[in-house]
T-cell receptor, first 111, second 111 residues
Framework: GQQLNQSPQSMFIQEGEDVSMNCTSS?????WLWYKQEPGEGPVLLIA?????ELTSNGRLTAQFGITRKDSFLNISASIPSDVGIYFC???????????FGSGTKLNVKP | DAMVIQNPRYQVTQFGKPVTLSCSQT?????MYWYQQKSSQAPKLLFH???????NEADTPDNFQSRRPNTSFCFLDIRSPGLGDAAMYLC??????????FGPGTRLTVT
């Protein structure tokens, strides 16, 4: 099946640092989604991207849809302790009924 | 607020004792999903409904069944839970733009 390769697997950073993570695929996606999941909770949608080259922000978060449509990245600026969690990228199958997920990036922020 | 609701948040069942997890949504989305998620891994799709059309993943064990009596409600039945079925179970819906929204999850413990 389809695979999304997400990196890095985990990050340990100091509060105030910027963070970048990315997702790549061997196939083209028409939509990229970025989620954050906190312990014991369901994933929460952060940003949705619909067009190649699109750059979208949500507060301190910025995500881009790669021009090749095979990759996406998520940046978090000036990280704070509440940014801690696992970040997943996801992309839908062509009919949008099935979603493929990256393996997640676990973010740890030291105050 | 429109949302995806899962009950209960925590469920304990005994080995082999049938258990049902519930999901409801006020988003009026016609696609609903059940995922299984184990310790910091990506969610694994079990099945999804497009309206009343049921779509089972090829590797979903027969032990897992689902019902969707109407647009708002969806149930996951585990007929004979084993220790390996202990996990977080996530319900999700999808809107017309292709964005997927998750509930808070039900943490299942099998004793």
């Amino acid at each position: 099946g389809q695979q999304l390769n997400q990196s890095p697997q985990s990050m340990f950073i100091q509060e105030g640092e910027d963070v970048s993570m990315n997702c790549t695929s061997s196939s083209i996606f028409n939509t990229w989604l970025w989620y954050k999941q906190e312990p014991g909770e369901g994933p929460v949608l952060l940003i949705a991207l619909y067009k190649a080259g699109e750059l979208t922000s949500n507060g301190r978060l910025t995500a881009q849809f790669g021009i090749t449509r095979k990759d996406s990245f998520l940046n978090i600026s000036a990280s704070i302790p509440s940014d801690v969690g696992i970040y997943f990228c996801a992309g839908p199958q062509n009919n949008f009924n099935k979603f493929y997920f990256g393996s997640g990036t676990k973010l740890n922020v030291k105050p | 607020d429109a949302m995806v609701i899962q009950n209960p948040r925590y469920q304990v069942t005994q080995f082999g004792k049938p258990v049902t997890l519930s999901c409801s949504q006020t988003l009026n989305h016609n696609v609903m999903y059940w995922y299984q998620q184990k310790s910091s891994q990506a969610p694994k799709l079990l099945f999804h409904y497009y309206d009343k059309d049921f779509n089972n993943e090829a590797d979903t064990p027969d032990n897992f069944q689902s019902r969707r009596p109407n647009t708002s409600f969806c149930f996951l039945d585990i007929r004979s839970p084993g220790l390996g079925d202990a996990a977080m179970y996530l319900c999700a819906t999808r809107d017309r733009e292709g964005e997927q929204y998750f509930g808070p999850g039900t943490r299942l413990t099998v004793t």
